[in-house]
Structure formats: C-alpha cells, structure tokens
C-alpha cells in the first residue's frame, strides 16, 4: 500500500480519469510551479476503477479551475485548510478557454501572429464543442 503524506493547506484534484494526470499537470504549468506537487496514478477506486489524483501544496490561486474544467468536469476539487476538506469547488465547461490547446487552420490569424492569444469559445455544451474565435475553427480532441 502507498502512502502519500498528509496535506495540511493546498488543493486535491480528485476523481481524475486514469492516465490524464500528467495531461492536467502539463495544462496547468504545475512543473513551473515552487511548490510541492504529488501525483499518483492508476490509484483504485471504487467509483471508477482506476482513477488519478494530483496534490498541490499551496492556495487555489495556483491553478485554473477552467483548464481543469475543460478537459474533466467531472473532477472533484478539494480545498485543504488544516489537514482538511474545507471546501468542495464545483467545475462546470468554461465558456472561454485560453492559451490551452491551439487552433489547427494554417489560415487562422493565430497561426501568422505567434503572440497572438489561443482562444477557444464553447458553442456547444451538450456535445462539448469548441471553436476558435478568430476563424470559428472546430476543436477536435
């Protein structure tokens, strides 16, 4: 059995789809990040069978709950304040995202202006689609 020390003030990401912690920890900057990061794969589960879950030692003003939001929001966000869950945060689809995935078209204003920012729009929250702002580019995963 692995044990992962105790947390006494920062952020569990919970419920995390087995295999996609390492997606979440590049999407978030978590490697550039001073702090003490935990992530333990394939842990078991009773919900899901196998899941992931990443510990962030520190405040929630660390992480973007709308990255998170747009890759699982079905990821549960605990907020640690004295060794305890102090907090549940819900995620729901962001209605914009920025800077997280990359628009596709070589003709898009983004592929010609390098700084230019990375912004996708939800147009479709039922089937979770995504499209570029500047050319209306469809997101597929």
Do not use: W
Request: charged residues 25%; contains cysteine.
């Amino acid at each position: 059995m692995l044990n992962v020390g105790q947390l006494n003030e920062g952020i569990v990401l919970d419920h995390i789809a087995a295999g996609k912690a390492m997606t979440i920890y590049k999407d978030l900057g978590l490697d550039e990040l001073d702090c003490c990061v935990a992530i333990i794969k394939n842990a078991h589960s009773s919900k899901m069978g196998r899941k992931d879950i990443i510990k962030i030692e520190g405040g929630l003003d660390l992480i973007d709950l709308d990255v998170i939001g747009f890759i699982d929001c079905n990821i549960t966000v605990n907020i640690i304040r004295n060794g305890t869950i102090a907090e549940k945060k819900p995620l729901t689809l962001p209605h914009e995202i920025h800077n997280v995935i990359k628009c596709r078209n070589p003709r898009c204003i983004t592929s010609i202006e390098q700084q230019l920012e990375q912004v996708f729009v939800l147009a479709d929250a039922d089937k979770k689609i995504y499209r570029c702002r500047y050319c209306e580019e469809r997101y597929t995963s």
